[in-house]
């Protein structure tokens, strides 16, 4: 156990995880607490962001805790990154948050709009500011119009954002 632990190979952490996931099959606090440990040292190992989140999500869904266990592992590991720098679930965290936002958004489009709201949810899937996309949400839900929704952004390649940038340059040019 101790020579996978120390290993730079992804496999032998994978390895442990399983073998510590059986172990602890039974004890919730001890698999919160590996669980963590593993977590840690796929951090301390200094290995990319994406490596770490993969590796993260197959370790996640091999040692599954209760949802109040969860709520604690993400604490510690909150904590953890936020101790050493080390913004690697945060993203994670962030994806999630933001697919959350899109389902909520598409939940209430769809309702309200059916599928007149197709063609300004391709555009909203494209964005990525979550900042935005709360803005959208909460205008979702109060809008006459789905174009009234189009002025909280500028669609990638819009004819909005074309217009400015020619008015930019012609202001320039006097």
Same mark, same amino acid.
């Given at each position: 156990?101790?020579?996978?632990?120390?290993?730079?190979?992804?496999?032998?952490?994978?390895?442990?995880?399983?073998? $510590?996931?059986?172990?602890?099959?039974?004890?919730?606090?001890?698999?919160?607490?590996?669980?963590?440990?593993?977590?840690?040292?796929?951090?301390?190992?200094?290995?990319?962001?994406?490596?770490?989140?993969?590796?993260?999500?197959?370790?996640?869904?091999?040692?599954?805790?209760?949802?109040?266990?969860?709520?604690?592992?993400?604490?510690?590991?909150? $904590?953890?990154?936020?101790?050493?720098?080390?913004?690697?679930?945060?993203?994670?965290?962030?994806?999630?948050? $933001? $697919?959350?936002?899109?389902?909520?958004?598409?939940?209430?489009?769809?309702?309200?709009?059916?599928?007149?709201?197709?063609?300004?949810?391709?555009?909203?899937?494209?964005?990525?500011?979550?900042?935005?996309?709360?803005?959208?949400?909460?205008?979702?839900?109060?809008?006459?119009?789905?174009?009234?929704?189009?002025?909280?952004?500028?669609?990638?390649?819009?004819?909005?954002?074309?217009?400015?940038?020619?008015?930019?340059?012609?202001?320039?040019?006097?």
């Amino acid at each position: 156990m101790e020579d996978l632990e120390k290993s730079a190979n992804p496999f032998a952490i994978l390895v442990l995880a399983h073998l $510590k996931g059986q172990e602890t099959r039974d004890v919730p606090w001890d698999r919160l607490a590996w669980k963590f440990r593993l977590v840690r040292g796929l951090f301390l190992r200094g290995w990319s962001a994406d490596r770490v989140r993969s590796l993260f999500r197959f370790i996640d869904w091999m040692m599954e805790l209760p949802a109040e266990l969860e709520r604690q592992l993400a604490e510690q590991i909150a $904590k953890f990154e936020e101790d050493n720098h080390m913004p690697y679930v945060t993203s994670i965290e962030r994806l999630g948050i $933001k $697919k959350g936002l899109m389902r909520g958004i598409e939940t209430i489009l769809e309702a309200r709009f059916g599928s007149a709201a197709e063609s300004i949810l391709s555009e909203i899937r494209q964005l990525s500011d979550v900042e935005m996309l709360e803005q959208i949400l909460h205008k979702a839900s109060t809008v006459e119009r789905l174009e009234d929704l189009a002025g909280l952004w500028d669609p990638p390649g819009s004819r909005h954002t074309a217009d400015q940038e020619e008015g930019s340059s012609q202001k320039e040019e006097l």
